[in-house]
């Protein structure tokens, strides 16, 4: 569970609609397309491979898929890996499950030239910002579907998902907090986490920006979050656990800021535990998806993509709790209802929500990078 964040902007507003209105198997990259060679490393879409069923026999043909930092239970990626292993016959070598977004980077850095390195990301914002010359360009099938505000435009990378920045509690040892303040008293004594450090892990990060928006603050400044986590501290509250479903299930981490799909998830092992989300601003902030531009398997990456950004794909994320990109597209086509959409926003609208610009982002990890470290000391 612990995972990473990402950049929201114009996404926030794109889905206002929605929610109210042959390369082989060392990645050589070589794939037929109409009797020419294509380089699978430099396709910047099917077409460039003459058709997506191109495109698929050359992803079968490398018949492997790296995958790093996608927890089983994180917005429903278990099913998704299965569900594109059995359509493809690709297999699903998935790597480092708990990773944070820096981790992802470092691991893609570290086996560089390798069949073992990451051929796609799952980003959050800081990160991808920060690394776009290591990402490859593509566009999906389904880009015109992706509001502008989603999708970097030469597809170096796309939102794919978000959650509600939410409060996971066990029931039976916590009231539900109904407000911020609640936390600090001696209920919760030793029983609240984050999911990560926010100086590292998407999903803290929001949990900190969040507090903010809760404790007077907002977007453009993460300062009250950080001074609300020192009075959590201060008043023995703050747990520096790093959650996971193990630790939910044990009982060891009883009150948790996570987003929507991960607490919603761990109540499968553990249904005492339960979510809400507070009143007022909601925070949101969807991930981004990136192809490696040194892919051990380039086909098979862009395979991915194409599935995740397909009708499929994205029903998957919904059925993980997670609100899906591609949301007003399938609300349009009837893929999905209002009320599936309804049901992973916890009573929230588009109206309701806030997420950090990409300068914004920037200012919130220079402040995090001078006062988190003392703040856990």
């Not at 690394?131 to 505000?149: L, Q």
């Not at 300062?223 to 986590?229: I, R």
């Not at 981490?253 to 092992?269: G, H, I």
């Amino acid at each position: 569970m612990k995972r990473h964040h990402l950049l929201a902007t114009a996404a926030v507003v794109a889905l206002a609609g929605t929610l109210t209105a042959c390369g082989g198997g060392s990645g050589s990259g070589d794939a037929s397309s109409g009797g020419a060679a294509v380089d699978a490393k430099t396709a910047t879409s099917a077409e460039a491979f003459g058709s997506l069923d191109k495109l698929i026999e050359a992803a079968k043909a490398e018949k492997e898929l790296n995958v790093v930092a996608l927890p089983d239970d994180w917005a429903n990626y278990g099913a998704i890996k299965k569900g594109f292993e059995e359509k493809y016959g690709i297999t699903v070598n998935s790597d480092i499950p708990d990773a944070s977004s820096a981790d992802e980077i470092k691991a893609a850095k570290d086996q560089a030239g390798t069949d073992t390195a990451p051929d796609v990301f799952d980003l959050g914002a800081a990160v991808t910002l920060a690394n776009t010359d290591m990402f490859a360009p593509y566009k999906v099938t389904t880009w015109a579907d992706i509001p502008e505000g989603n999708k970097e435009s030469t597809g170096l990378w796309v939102n794919d998902y978000t959650g509600i920045m939410s409060i996971g509690y066990d029931s039976e040892k916590v009231p539900e907090p109904k407000a911020l303040n609640d936390l600090l008293g001696a209920d919760y004594k030793g029983k609240v986490a984050i999911n990560g450090d926010p100086t590292q892990a998407g999903a803290a990060f929001a949990a900190v920006g969040n507090i903010s928006v809760a404790n007077g603050g907002s977007v453009d400044d993460f300062g009250p979050g950080v001074d609300f986590m020192q009075k959590l501290k201060d008043a023995g509250n703050f747990m520096t656990v790093d959650p996971t479903p193990g630790t939910i299930a044990s009982g060891e981490t009883p009150v948790v800021f996570d987003w929507s799909y991960n607490n919603v998830a761990a109540a499968k092992d553990k249904p005492s535990f339960k979510t809400t989300v507070l009143p007022g601003k909601a925070y949101v902030s969807f991930y981004n998806q990136a192809i490696n531009k040194g892919a051990p398997h380039p086909a098979a990456a862009r395979l991915w993509q194409e599935y995740l950004f397909s009708d499929e794909g994205q029903k998957l994320f919904l059925q993980g709790n997670a609100v899906p990109v591609r949301a007003d597209a399938l609300k349009k086509s009837g893929a999905v209802t209002e009320a599936e959409l309804n049901a992973v926003t916890f009573g929230t609208t588009s109206a309701d929500w806030v997420s950090p610009t990409s300068e914004q982002t920037d200012k919130a990890n220079t402040l995090l990078k001078e006062r988190w470290s003392a703040l856990t000391k």
